[in-house]
Every structure is written in C-alpha cells, then in structure tokens.
C-alpha cells in the first residue's frame, strides 16, 4: 500500500494540502546545465520552443525549458534517468508529446523537459505476418504511417482511432477508440507488448505475461507509469475497398436500438459509429469526412432545419472480386434496420481513403484558416440504460444546433475492454461514445473575447453538470479534472491501484504532468 510509504504519503499530504490541481505552474524549476552534458544520439533544444507550448485545444499554453528530440530509447532513458537523480527538489517535470492533439495541455511541461516522441519514428518498423501477424512500431509513430507500412504487405491494425495523425504512444495513453471497437475492443486491446522507459529511467519491456502491471498501468495510464517507446499491434488482412453508408433516423429510440442490434450481431457491418445533427443545413457531409454520397442531389434535399436527426454511419469491407456476395449481406442487413425510407447514401472507397477521411477534412479547414482554433471538445462513455435520459436533455434542452461541429454517438460492448488497464469506464454491459467536438473560432478580432469558445464552454459546463445531477453514471473520456477529488471519483475503485502504479513506476511524479493528476514539489523541509 503506498500509505506506508514515507516519501509518498508526504507527495500526497502536500497535495490535498496546497489544492494542487489549480495552479499547474512548477516553483521555478531550473534546467540544469548538466542535462546538456549527457551523451545523447539526439539533442536538446532550448529556444525557439513555442511549437511545443501548445496543442489541439488551442487553450492551454505552458512554456517548457527545453524540448529534447530523441534519437533513440537510451536517449529517453538517460535523460529521465538524470532528473530522476536529482530528486524531488528540483521541480522538474517531463512530458512525452505525440502530435501534440491533446485539448487541455495534457502533453505540456510547464517549465520542464518536453520529449518530442515523433523523432523517434525512424525507428525500424519490424512485420510479422503469419497466422497471427503483428508489427513492432515506435511510440512516436503516427498511426497513418503504421497503416501505410502494413498495407505493403496485405495487413493493416485491427482498431482505429477516427483520424490517423495521432502518435500510437499518444492513442494508448487513452483508449483509442472507433466505429471498430464494438467488436475489436479499442486500441490497448489490440497491443501485446510494449517497451516503456518508467520515471526511474528505467526501460522494461512489458505484456500480458511479463511485467504485466506496467503493461495494464500503461494501456489508458495517461502516460503517468512511463513512456511507451515502441508498440507491438496486432494486425490482420486488409481489404482493399469499402462499402461507406450512410441513413438517417428521426427517432432517437429507433436509431439507438439499430444500433445496439448491429454492434451484438455476430455477421454485421465492420465499423459502426452514428451522429446527432440538429437544425443543420448540409447534413449528410460534415466536416469531419470526407463522404461523398453516389447521389449528391438526393443528400442535398436533406437538411434538419429546425429539427433533429440522426445518422447512423456503417461501412463493410470487401474485396473486387467479393463485390457481388457482399453487396447481397449488405442489403440483408440493411432490410433490418427502420431508417427514414429514402435517405440511404452509399459510396465506395479504398480502405486508405475511408481510414484516412478525417485528414481530407483538415487539409480543407487548415487552408480556411479554421483548424488551428479552440477545440473546447467533450468526450463522455454515457451507461446504456442512461442514454434515452441523456439524450432527451442534452439533444432537447441544452443544444439548439449542431453548428459548430459534430457530435458522435455511437455503442460499444464492455466486453471487449480488458478491466485490467487503466482506462475508466461506466459499469454496463453496453456504454455509448459521445463526443462533442465543438470548434471555436474567434468571431472577430482576436483582441475580443471569444465568445464561440465562451458559449461552448457553457454548454460543456451545463452537459456535465446535469449527468452529476442526474446520476447517469458518466466517465469522462480523455478525461480533464481539476481537482484531486475528481480525480479519485472519476477512477473509482481503480484509484488505489493507479496511485499504487503511480509510486512503483514513477514515485517523484515527474511524468506527464499535464494531466494534473499528481503535482511534482520540492518538499518541503520537515
Ligand atoms: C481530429 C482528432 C480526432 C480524434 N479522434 C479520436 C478518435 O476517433 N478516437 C480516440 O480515441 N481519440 C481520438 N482523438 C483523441 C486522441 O486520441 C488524443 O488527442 C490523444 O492525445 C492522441 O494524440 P497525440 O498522439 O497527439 O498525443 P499527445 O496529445 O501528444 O499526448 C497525449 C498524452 O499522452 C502522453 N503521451 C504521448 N506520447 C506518449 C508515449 N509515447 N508514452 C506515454 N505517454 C505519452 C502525453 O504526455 C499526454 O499526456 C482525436 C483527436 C483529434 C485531434
Ligand atoms: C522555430 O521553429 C520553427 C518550427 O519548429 C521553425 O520553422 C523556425 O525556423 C524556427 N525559428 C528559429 C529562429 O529557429
Ligand atoms: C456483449 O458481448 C458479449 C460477449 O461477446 C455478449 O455475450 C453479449 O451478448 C454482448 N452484449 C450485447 C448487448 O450486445
Ligand atoms: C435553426 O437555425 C436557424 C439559423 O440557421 C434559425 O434561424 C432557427 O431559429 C433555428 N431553429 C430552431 C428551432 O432552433
Ligand atoms: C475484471 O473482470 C473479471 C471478469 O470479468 C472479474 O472477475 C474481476 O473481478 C475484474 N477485476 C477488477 C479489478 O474489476
């Protein structure tokens, strides 16, 4: 038990103590000269670091010292190893950063050592196929190019995230979750092994069978136990096309229960995901992809203004020459589902372009100018036998559009999470996904507040509240607390074991303090 540990049981009194969660800025920690003295195959950066100051949110921003651009595992090793030694007095923190597409800071180091993960890619990839193929990719990798490597032999990952520039250490630090996890579970169902530098500088290499506490601590661990540095995913057989559709419901009972009957039946589509538009014009392309339904003129004449809609989003993997056969289990399945008639779209697309589909989207925004503003996103696994109560408040009451970007929504069986991870999530059987991801653009001058980000904000505040006031058993995905009380709410009875992980793995609490789970403090001299 860490309660009788000394040292820790001091980190912790300290924290409830001081409200630590609220002020994320570190006592002045001093980067000391003798980091640029240790022998690396990288190098240290310590100006010009603005770049590694911000992420996806578009919130947050802490300066760190110095950012370190790692050439090779030792390298990570050595430096965490060196501020490890100097102990708990130096203040000084360190933070892996994938892509950077965090929302609330949580891949900053304020004042400490950021790792920028992606130059550890050149990594070798090594594949192997077989009965149960899989391939060992760096932590830093984007996920995009693991899929690029894969396809060259026939194989691609099993579960995906909805957009692919997002680092594979990044994705398994939450969850990784998509229109494929009702059947594959997410993406730390989908790992066997990895190799983690820990906040001791130590590099172990971890699974099911060995060193299987960190393996489960790392898998949704928010990057509290250590730094995963390479990844060992399971693969199978790529198809080279799919069947993308799309249909719309006006019922959200009728819609939901299309929903759970596909994700429980045993020959169904292969990714399943759903969408709520409200008042929207445009409705059956959103940002978010690139769809392009084979009767653009039909999809035109469908709009929700004034009213609620519901897309249900299905695709179904094939091969040229399965073409025929699929194309009758596809209609099969369509007969059971009670959509609004006449509002089936349906396009046909390679397997890289239905993956990669988020990215044509941002390539679109990025060059309005509209990508790189607040993403004041919120992401919550809402308890099947809740989801009718939820949705009739949020959908009914609190949101009057879906403007300002798109929310998912969309089952998952429990099933196929390992309760062994780290990730929290609700108690039933079937949760759902849903993720409101809200973009912010300054309305005007950006001299002015910004009141897009203000009103979103709001409405966040509002959805989270009612689900504590209404019980609905609701757990944040890419979670944001600020308070430690939240925290040890929001992992329930998983909190002792993560703090448990947290002293074994990184016992002065230097790693990833952008969560503001643990605060790192020089203590104080009793
Ligand atoms: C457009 C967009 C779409 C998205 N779609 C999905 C989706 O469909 N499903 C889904 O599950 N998520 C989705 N996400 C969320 C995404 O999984 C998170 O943003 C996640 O943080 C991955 O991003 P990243 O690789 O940039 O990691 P970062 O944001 O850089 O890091 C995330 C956290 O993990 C830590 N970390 C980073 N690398 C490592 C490592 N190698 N070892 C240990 N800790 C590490 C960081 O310190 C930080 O605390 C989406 C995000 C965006 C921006
Ligand atoms: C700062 O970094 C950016 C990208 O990270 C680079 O384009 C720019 O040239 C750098 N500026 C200086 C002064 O080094
Ligand atoms: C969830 O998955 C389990 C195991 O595959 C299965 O027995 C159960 O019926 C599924 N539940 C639902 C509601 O689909
Ligand atoms: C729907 O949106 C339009 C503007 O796009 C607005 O004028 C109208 O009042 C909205 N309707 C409802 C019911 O909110
Ligand atoms: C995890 O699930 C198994 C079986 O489903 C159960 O026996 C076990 O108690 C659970 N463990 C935890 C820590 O919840």
């Known amino acids: 038990m860490y309660t009788h540990n000394l040292p820790f049981l001091k980190l912790f009194m300290l924290l409830s103590l001081s409200g630590f969660a609220m002020h994320i800025s570190n006592p002045d920690p001093i980067v000391p000269a003798s980091l640029q003295s240790l ?11 603005t770049d590694f100051s ?3 949110g578009n919130r947050f921003s802490y300066q760190p010292s110095s950012v370190m651009f790692p050439a090779s595992i030792s390298d990570i090793s050595a430096t965490i190893k060196h501020v490890y030694e100097l102990g708990a007095q130096s203040g000084l923190t360190v933070a892996a950063r994938g892509h950077g597409h965090s929302l609330q800071g949580q891949a900053q180091a304020p004042g400490g050592i950021v790792i920028r993960m992606e130059s550890l890619r050149g990594t070798e990839t090594r594949l192997h196929a077989g009965e149960s193929p899989y391939v060992d990719v760096s932590g830093g990798e984007l996920w995009i190019n693991v899929l690029k490597e894969t396809l060259k032999h026939g194989l691609a990952p099993k579960s995906w995230t909805d957009y692919l520039h997002l680092t594979v250490g990044g994705t398994l630090s939450n969850a990784g979750v998509s229109g494929q996890a009702f059947r594959h579970g997410p993406q730390i169902s989908n790992v066997h092994e990895l190799v983690i530098v820990t906040g001791t500088g130590d590099t172990v290499k971890c699974s099911a069978k060995e060193n299987s506490d960190l393996f489960y601590g790392a ?15 399971a693969l199978e057989p790529a198809p080279k096309m799919v069947k993308w559709i799309r249909v719309l419901y006006s019922d959200f009972t009728t819609f939901t229960e299309d929903q759970e009957m596909l994700i429980s039946m045993e020959k169904t589509f292969d990714y399943i995901e759903g969408f709520v538009i409200i008042n929207r014009t445009g409705l059956v392309n959103n940002w ?8 653009p003129v039909l999809a035109s004449q469908f709009n929700s203004e004034g009213r609620k809609l519901f897309c249900l989003e299905m695709t179904k993997n094939y091969n040229p020459e399965d073409a025929e056969t699929i194309e009758l289990e596809v209609m099969e399945l369509l007969s059971r589902l009670r959509y609004v008639s006449s509002t089936l779209f349906q396009s046909e697309v390679t397997y890289m372009e239905f993956l990669d589909r988020v990215h044509v989207s941002e390539v679109k925004l990025r060059s309005q100018g509209l990508w790189e503003v607040p993403h004041p996103w919120l992401n919550l696994l809402i308890p099947r036998s809740k989801i009718h109560e939820f949705a009739k408040e949020v959908f009914g009451k609190i949101l009057t559009d879906t403007r300002n970007g798109p929310i998912l929504l969309y089952p998952v069986n429990r099933s196929m999470w390992d309760n062994r991870t780290s990730v929290v999530i609700p108690e039933e059987e079937v949760f759902y996904l849903v993720a409101f991801l809200s973009s912010a653009p300054s309305p005007s001058s950006s001299l002015a507040k910004n009141e897009n980000l203000e009103i979103a904000l709001k409405k966040n505040k509002e959805i989270l509240e009612f689900c504590h006031s209404a019980n609905i058993g609701m757990k944040q995905y890419l979670p944001h607390h600020s308070t430690q009380e939240e925290w040890r709410a929001h992992f329930g009875d998983k909190w002792e074991t993560f703090c448990r992980r947290k002293q074994a793995y990184d ?11 643990f605060h790192k403090a020089p203590l104080p001299l009793l």
Do not use: E, W
């Open 39 to 49: 022998n690396l195959n990288g190098h240290f950066q310590f100006q010009n670091l």
């Open 54 to 56: 911000q992420d996806f």
């Open 219 to 233: 898998l949704g661990g928010l990057g509290q136990f250590g730094i995963i540095t390479r990844a060992r995913i």
């Open 288 to 295: 978010r992809s690139s769809f392009k339904p084979q009767d």
């Open 507 to 517: 016992p002065l609490a230097m790693l990833a303090p952008g969560q503001r789970i």
